[in-house]
């Protein structure tokens, strides 16, 4: 296109959109090999993903830090078993510097479309920095990344400051209002203990209470650090002993008696031990099965609920009206901030309608039932299209990381067997999608996914699908969706040569 | 053997019969999940001392017999002389593949005291046995295990709850050991047995000889040692590696108590020996495994 300003990474054999925990894995691996025709397409202005978006008050991961990082790139430097979000945003931007990946990297660069080019069997992406080619796309572009708000009446005449958990309106001072923070996931209950602090009155609206677990978070000595850098089997120890032990907690997925019973033990007798009073003892206790929803961990989130400038509203924000919000239960509050912490767009990925295969056809429509992927990776119409991290890839008990890396190494054999066989082009068939798919759905229906009796953001509510979920061990994922099968393609077409 | 009943129960959520046969005057009980779920060989799992298909496998029947037919056995001990201990057992397990799952091959996967059994079963009819899995086995009684069979004998006689604690110290890996508070070390300890039926399977324990039944095991082997093992050491595993010839070997960092330490890499090692044996050539040491 005319537009397009010189640039030597405009026509590449790899184009990878999104600059988060997956599309920098897999650039860091493209690197160590060698290979240097490919992109990066970033929207926002840094690397980082979620850990660049999530800049609330006390925003730290969930998973431990030893597993939360690359296997191939360990950090001897965590401050702590689960490491504030700044510094897992500082490990993937030192990764991308460390590694090369800055001649890479387009900033400013979001998919606005992704188009299959039946003439040249290519892609082209259309972005404000230009278009951009490619034989292969990756879309590694996350879910936990658009965000959603809830669909309350009024919410946009909100007379206050309002703002969604993962767009922090650090300019807005907090300290003596009145705030409202509506959700109570993984990032309302890292904010409530910071916000209760400073706040005036703080009210937390809850729909479902959620299922809380001892964090067991610790420091790491000096000591402790200064050994990991000297002996990095060490650090891989500790990976893989907490890799294996998450990996244990399927099995109260799973609904096996014994490991459900401890794992709603583990929970409930927390909340008895940091809650004394019956009543609110009771408002916090879930109705649905232990890991139906993403089970929270948090030693501060109960004392903060108990402090006495804030009010745990166990029903939903049901409307806005001016500076009131009312809940379900029908009180009223005058509140001065509205923190929406009601998570991401996860089973109707706003990228899906950016992204055009054969026939013009988007992903999204390919995706009206529910969005799935052959190995969680290729999907039937969109050829050389391979997605990192995205359907059958969230699990409730073990560390995302490990997922994509299984991912980035199917990826790389495929771009290995395309060298090998003159670029040609690879294509599941609908048949084998839809196979795969089926097999996800019945191992879902196994699980307290499907059968815990709530709804979550691994569902799809338009089908009751668990599309987001891999409803097995995290092994099992790499056992069975880390290998590269050729057969399992259709590869007739061949790229044509770049310009 | 005789006579052989089956009555429905529940393991978790999988679906399980519970039957039993009879061999002379011991009752042979075992759990079968039944359902096929796929093409794959079913697996037998067979527990080691002092435990039983319930305390061993809790974990690894449920979630294997996800994917494939899982058998457990109970073993009966058996009273005679302890050097005939490996055999007696081992027929057990045979008279259990030939009723539930005759004329097919199996997966024998055994633990500890089990993998013994296993090995002499599978070495002793290789008919019955399609592939085998030996977990915190060992070849041959040897002097640190008498030693320390030694000291168990002597404080059964002098002080049971000393000899609770000495359990569990040998038990689990010291890294493990070192992550418990107070109270679940208490929680770990009270869980052992000092009964007579125990003390007959560490006679049987002081008895184990696979040197001549080893070279007669013909199928595909998958050897499992715990790096942190101090009651059979992961050397014995590797002297099983030397002493099976289609034998492959790998290690999960652990103590002897592998299926509560790392009972999902377990299931891990397990399927997918089961799924293709021969995935890893005879005589290979399995790639490590860095998650």
Same mark, same amino acid.
């Given at each position: 296109?005319?537009?397009?300003?010189?640039?030597a990474?405009?026509?590449?054999s790899v &184009?990878?959109?999104?600059a988060?925990?997956?599309g920098?894995?897999?650039?860091?691996?493209?690197?160590?090999? #060698?290979?240097?025709?490919?992109?990066?397409?970033e929207?926002?202005?840094?690397?980082?993903?979620?850990?660049?978006d999530?800049?609330?008050?006390?925003?730290?991961?969930?998973?431990?830090?030893?597993?939360?990082?690359?296997s191939f790139?360990?950090?001897?430097?965590?401050?702590?078993?689960?490491? *504030?979000?700044q510094?897992?945003?500082?490990?993937?931007?030192?990764? @991308?510097?460390e590694?090369?990946?800055? *001649?890479?990297?387009?900033?400013?660069?979001e998919?606005?479309e992704a188009?299959?080019?039946?003439?040249?069997?290519?892609?082209?992406?259309?972005?404000?920095?230009?278009e951009?080619y490619?034989d292969?796309?990756?879309?590694?572009?996350?879910?936990?990344?658009? &965000?959603?708000?809830?669909e309350?009446?009024?919410?946009e005449?909100?007379? #206050?400051?309002?703002?969604?958990?993962?767009r922090?309106?650090?300019?807005?001072p907090?300290?003596?209002k009145?705030? #409202?923070v509506?959700?109570?996931?993984?990032s309302?209950?890292?904010?409530? *203990?910071?916000?209760?602090?400073?706040?005036?009155?703080?009210?937390v609206?809850?729909?479902?209470?959620p299922?809380?677990?001892?964090?067991?978070?610790r420091?790491?000595?000096?000591?402790?650090?200064?050994?990991?850098?000297?002996?990095?089997r060490t650090?891989?120890?500790?990976?893989?002993?907490l890799?294996?032990?998450?990996?244990?907690?399927?099995?109260?997925r799973?609904?096996?008696d014994?490991?459900?019973?401890e794992a709603s033990?583990?929970?409930?007798?927390?909340?008895?031990?940091?809650?004394?009073?019956p009543?609110?003892?009771a408002?916090?206790?879930p109705?649905?099965?232990?890991?139906c929803?993403?089970i929270l961990?948090?030693?501060?989130?109960?004392?903060?609920?108990q402090?006495?400038?804030?009010?745990?509203?166990?029903a939903?924000?049901?409307?806005?009206?001016?500076?009131?919000?009312?809940?379900?239960?029908?009180?009223a509050?005058?509140?001065?901030?509205l923190?929406v912490?009601?998570g991401?767009?996860?089973?109707d990925l706003?990228?899906?309608y950016?992204?055009?295969?054969r026939?013009g056809?988007?992903?999204?429509d390919?995706?009206s039932?529910?969005?799935?992927?052959?190995?969680s990776?290729?999907?039937?119409g969109?050829p050389n299209?391979?997605l990192?991290?995205g359907?059958?890839?969230?699990?409730?008990?073990?560390?995302?990381?490990?997922?994509?890396?299984?991912?980035?190494d199917?990826?790389?054999?495929?771009?290995?067997?395309?060298?090998?066989?003159d670029?040609?082009?690879?294509?599941?068939?609908?048949? &084998?999608?839809? @196979?795969?798919?089926?097999?996800?759905?019945? #191992?879902?229906?196994?699980?307290?996914?499907?059968?815990?009796?709530?709804?979550?953001?691994?569902?799809?509510?338009?089908?009751?699908?668990?599309?987001l979920?891999?409803?097995?061990?995290?092994?099992r994922?790499?056992?069975?969706?880390a290998?590269?099968?050729p057969?399992?393609y259709d590869?007739?077409?061949?790229?044509?040569?770049r310009? | 053997?005789?006579t052989?009943?089956?009555?429905?129960?529940t393991?978790?959520?999988?679906?399980?019969?519970?039957?039993?046969?009879?061999?002379g005057?011991l009752?042979?009980?075992?759990?079968?999940?039944?359902?096929e779920?796929?093409?794959?060989p079913?697996?037998?799992?067979?527990?080691g001392?002092?435990?039983?298909?319930?305390s061993?496998f809790?974990?690894?029947?449920?979630?294997?017999?996800a994917?494939?037919?899982?058998?457990?056995?109970?073993?009966?001990?058996?009273?005679?002389?302890?050097?005939?201990?490996?055999?007696?057992?081992?027929?057990?397990?045979?008279?259990?593949i030939?009723?539930v799952?005759?004329?097919?091959?199996?997966?024998?996967?055994g633990?500890s005291l089990?993998?013994?059994?296993a090995?002499t079963?599978?070495?002793?009819?290789?008919?019955?046995?399609?592939?085998?899995i030996?977990?915190?086995?060992?070849?041959?009684?040897d002097?640190?295990?008498k030693?320390?069979?030694d000291?168990?004998?002597?404080?059964r006689?002098?002080?049971?709850?000393?000899?609770?604690?000495?359990?569990?110290?040998?038990?689990?890996?010291?890294?493990?050991?070192?992550?418990?508070?107070?109270?679940?070390?208490?929680?770990l300890v009270s869980?052992?047995?000092?009964?007579?039926?125990?003390?007959?399977?560490?006679?049987?324990?002081?008895?184990?000889?696979?040197?001549?039944?080893?070279?007669?095991?013909?199928?595909?082997?998958?050897?499992v040692?715990?790096?942190?093992?101090?009651?059979?050491?992961?050397?014995?595993s590797?002297?099983?590696?030397?002493?099976?010839?289609?034998?492959?070997y790998?290690?999960?960092?652990?103590?002897?108590?592998?299926?509560?330490e790392r009972?999902?890499?377990?299931?891990?090692l397990?399927?997918a020996?089961?799924?293709?044996?021969?995935?890893y050539?005879a005589?290979?040491?399995?790639?490590?495994?860095r998650?």
């Amino acid at each position: 296109m005319p537009t397009s300003t010189p640039d030597a990474l405009r026509d590449v054999s790899v &184009i990878i959109v999104g600059a988060g925990f997956s599309g920098l894995g897999l650039g860091i691996q493209l690197r160590r090999r #060698g290979e240097s025709s490919f992109v990066i397409l970033e929207r926002a202005d840094d690397v980082g993903g979620s850990w660049r978006d999530n800049t609330y008050p006390g925003v730290a991961c969930d998973v431990p830090s030893p597993l939360y990082s690359y296997s191939f790139r360990t950090n001897p430097d965590w401050s702590r078993m689960f490491s *504030p979000g700044q510094e897992i945003w500082d490990y993937l931007r030192a990764a @991308a510097r460390e590694e090369g990946l800055g *001649p890479h990297l387009r900033f400013g660069a979001e998919m606005l479309e992704a188009r299959w080019n039946e003439n040249d069997h290519r892609w082209t992406v259309r972005t404000p920095q230009g278009e951009f080619y490619g034989d292969v796309l990756v879309a590694a572009t996350g879910h936990l990344t658009d &965000i959603k708000l809830p669909e309350v009446p009024g919410l946009e005449t909100f007379t #206050g400051e309002l703002f969604h958990s993962a767009r922090w309106n650090h300019d807005f001072p907090l300290a003596g209002k009145r705030i #409202g923070v509506v959700g109570t996931g993984a990032s309302a209950i890292q904010i409530v *203990p910071q916000l209760a602090e400073i706040a005036d009155q703080l009210v937390v609206f809850q729909r479902s209470a959620p299922y809380i677990q001892p964090r067991r978070d610790r420091v790491f000595s000096e000591a402790e650090k200064n050994l990991f850098r000297r002996d990095q089997r060490t650090v891989e120890e500790m990976r893989e002993m907490l890799f294996w032990y998450n990996d244990s907690r399927f099995a109260a997925r799973r609904l096996i008696d014994d490991y459900l019973a401890e794992a709603s033990w583990q929970a409930l007798s927390h909340l008895d031990k940091q809650v004394s009073d019956p009543e609110l003892r009771a408002k916090l206790t879930p109705d649905y099965t232990i890991g139906c929803k993403r089970i929270l961990l948090s030693d501060d989130y109960y004392p903060a609920i108990q402090r006495p400038n804030v009010h745990l509203e166990a029903a939903a924000l049901e409307r806005v009206e001016g500076s009131t919000a009312f809940s379900a239960a029908g009180e009223a509050f005058e509140l001065d901030v509205l923190v929406v912490a009601t998570g991401f767009e996860t089973y109707d990925l706003p990228s899906s309608y950016r992204i055009f295969g054969r026939g013009g056809n988007a992903l999204a429509d390919h995706w009206s039932n529910g969005m799935q992927a052959y190995k969680s990776i290729a999907t039937a119409g969109f050829p050389n299209l391979f997605l990192l991290n995205g359907p059958g890839t969230s699990l409730g008990h073990n560390s995302v990381i490990y997922m994509i890396e299984a991912q980035i190494d199917h990826l790389l054999a495929a771009l290995d067997w395309r060298s090998a066989h003159d670029g040609r082009v690879l294509e599941v068939s609908s048949d &084998i999608e839809n @196979a795969f798919a089926k097999r996800l759905d019945e #191992g879902a229906a196994e699980t307290v996914i499907i059968r815990g009796g709530c709804s979550s953001w691994y569902l799809d509510p338009r089908n009751g699908r668990a599309t987001l979920s891999w409803p097995d061990f995290a092994h099992r994922f790499r056992d069975e969706c880390a290998p590269f099968d050729p057969a399992a393609y259709d590869h007739g077409e061949q790229s044509a040569a770049r310009a | 053997m005789s006579t052989a009943s089956t009555v429905p129960a529940t393991a978790g959520d999988v679906k399980e019969n519970h039957g039993s046969l009879h061999i002379g005057d011991l009752e042979v009980n075992f759990f079968d999940s039944v359902d096929e779920h796929s093409g794959l060989p079913p697996i037998v799992l067979v527990h080691g001392t002092g435990g039983s298909a319930r305390s061993h496998f809790g974990f690894l029947f449920p979630m294997l017999a996800a994917k494939q037919r899982v058998v457990a056995v109970d073993l009966a001990t058996p009273q005679g002389p302890p050097d005939e201990g490996q055999i007696r057992m081992a027929e057990q397990v045979q008279a259990v593949i030939e009723k539930v799952l005759p004329d097919r091959p199996v997966t024998l996967a055994g633990y500890s005291l089990g993998a013994v059994v296993a090995a002499t079963a599978a070495g002793t009819r290789p008919d019955l046995v399609g592939g085998l899995i030996l977990m915190a086995g060992w070849l041959k009684t040897d002097a640190q295990q008498k030693l320390r069979n030694d000291i168990w004998r002597a404080l059964r006689q002098s002080d049971v709850e000393a000899l609770r604690r000495y359990q569990a110290f040998c038990a689990f890996s010291a890294p493990l050991l070192a992550m418990l508070s107070d109270g679940e070390i208490e929680a770990l300890v009270s869980s052992f047995r000092t009964d007579d039926l125990m003390a007959a399977q560490m006679e049987i324990n002081r008895h184990v000889d696979l040197t001549d039944v080893a070279p007669k095991i013909a199928c595909p082997t998958l050897i499992v040692a715990g790096t942190d093992d101090l009651m059979t050491p992961f050397r014995q595993s590797k002297r099983l590696f030397g002493a099976i010839a289609d034998a492959r070997y790998t290690e999960v960092t652990s103590g002897h108590a592998m299926v509560v330490e790392r009972p999902a890499e377990l299931v891990h090692l397990i399927a997918a020996f089961n799924a293709n044996p021969n995935q890893y050539p005879a005589g290979a040491i399995l790639p490590t495994r860095r998650p």
